[in-house]
């Protein structure tokens, strides 16, 4: 650990003039309720506690993995900056000598936005005594920037992933979320149409950066962590090259479900009903634009093809709530690309994803949703339905840009756009051959979708045979022990005898398909032959010479998960 090297004057402060002056400070703190002010006897330990200065431990190799975790890491509403206040007691570990390149942290999951940046303004721990009001947040808290709450994709892969997360590495509590965490929103957005979703993370109240600006005080968060992890994002958003996947995604399909989970039993989900209802699939119904024109014959094709009911659902007419209850009991979600797409999450294993694009979009160039159906154990069957009909297609060259309206643009780029059949990949956001084509409405051909649909069950019903409902935390085995060489009964043959005890562990691993790797190496050369056997003995003679030392290494594996060597042992054939 290393201290910030402040001179010696500002460090060793007099501590009687410190509290001197501290004493004549306003302080407040934050309770039950966001900016509660009570008096309380605790304010003169509060304010001696602040004195000693504020702290940072931070982990991450760079900008974009780097969480900090902080003592008395305050904010300034009036010059919009977090203060860090060197004291006698400050440390600093795991920052770099320039923060500045271009900034400490991202505050947002989205890597590398520079609307998403923090770093604080160093203050000698004097300075308070400029502020004569100061209001303490005494939680917990976690301080982060929401990337588009407006937008339910981005608030389940860019917000609550990542928060839960976060939340689970700093929790000491024994559940999976510690729900006394305070989460402070500090992107400046007011609280948007899902911020219910976020209130399932804390019994605290939410903090926004709006309600520090009222506030006009200096706000002082005393401990937390400030910034979020990027372990479970899988896409980015074209900002720098066109949109994708992620090049390294950790996240799983069993680690989604601990997610889903925690979000079923918050919304009071744990025992659903609509585990009775017979099978059903849920197409999802989009209200202003982008819509299926004939929703309505679609919805009845599946019904008759699948033999099935088919609930249509949207953000209008069904709560997240009865959304999460629906799709989590469903065969299948079918819906044209779209935000609501994310919900897919909740679909249980061996379910199927059907995502609907309009005339010109490539599915291949936009794929968050088949990214997520493909994580390792998400065990969803995605496919997708492209419209190649430019007559089922029904544009609005008329609307405003931002909605794919062309009129802004010369009548040689409208033709260009017009003519174009397939969008070419681009980067985000503003593109308007991509405006002008996402934002299509479209009629659905039942053939050639019943024809995707048929071959979604083909598939499926392949998967189902070979699909193992295995656990994501696999069980590894341990050593194979007592490895023993002898020379073969069988005289003036080159050989050798090996037996050994399998793993201790081996009958906590239900095993299906078990055997051992022996490796042969003779001492002095880098070659060696390997056996799989699936026996604990054996006389191995091929490619072995007489009077020869050999290197013995074994080990188990179970259902492909390989175990680890046990100790080499030195054999010497006759």
Known sequence: MRTE???????????????????????????????????????????????????????????????????????????????????????????????????????????DHNTQYFNYVDYPFQALESFPNITLVNDFSLIFHRFNPGNIMHVFHDDLLPMY????????????????????????????????????????????????????????????????????TWYQYGFKEPQGPLPYIALTGHYMQHFTGFIKRQLGLESDSFKSISPYVVLCSRDHNRLIINELDLSLAIARHLNKQVFRISMVTHSIKEQVQLISNADALIGMHGSMLIMGIFLPPGASLIELYPYGINPNNYTPYRTMAELPGMSITYTSWRNKFEENTVTYPHETPESGGIDHLSEEEQQNIINTKEVSAHLCCNNPYWLYR??????????????VLKATENWQNVLSRKREFAHEHRLYPGKVVNITCQIPLEKNEAGLWLSWKPPRNLPYLDAQDLFYEVWIQEVGRDDYVAFKLNFTEYVF?????????????????????EGPFGKVVECMTQ
Not at 69 to 90: I, N, S, V
Not at 438 to 451: A, G, K, N, P, R
Not at 541 to 561: A, M
């Open 5 to 111: 090297a402040f001179s010696q004057s500002l460090l060793y402060f007099s501590l009687g003039l410190v509290s001197s002056f501290l004493l004549n400070v306003t302080l407040t703190r934050l309770e039950t309720s966001v900016f509660d002010e009570i008096n309380t006897p605790n304010q003169i330990e509060d304010k001696q506690s602040l004195r000693n200065g504020s702290s940072l431990w931070c982990t991450g190799h760079n900008r974009s993995s780097r969480i900090c975790k902080f003592r008395f890491m305050c904010y300034d509403p009036a010059q919009d900056e977090y203060l860090f206040l060197h004291g006698p007691e400050t440390i600093i570990h795991g920052v770099p000598l320039n923060r500045f390149d271009p900034a400490l942290l991202d505050l947002s999951s989205v890597d």
């Open 541 to 561: 003679k091929d490619h072995l010479q007489s009077n020869t030392q050999y290197f013995v290494w074994i080990r188990c594996i179970v259902d492909e998960t």
């Open 438 to 451: 996402i934002y299509q409405d479209t009629i659905v051909d039942v053939h050639s979708f019943l024809s």
């Open 165 to 232: 997360h976060t939340m689970r590495q700093f929790s000491h509590s024994s559940d999976s979320v510690n729900l006394d965490i305070r989460l402070v929103l500090m992107e400046g957005w007011e609280e948007g149409s899902y911020v219910e979703l976020y209130k399932l993370f804390t019994n605290r109240e939410l903090i926004l950066k709006r309600d520090l600006k009222k506030k006009n005080n200096l706000t002082c968060f005393q401990h937390g962590v400030i910034g979020i992890s990027k372990y479970t």
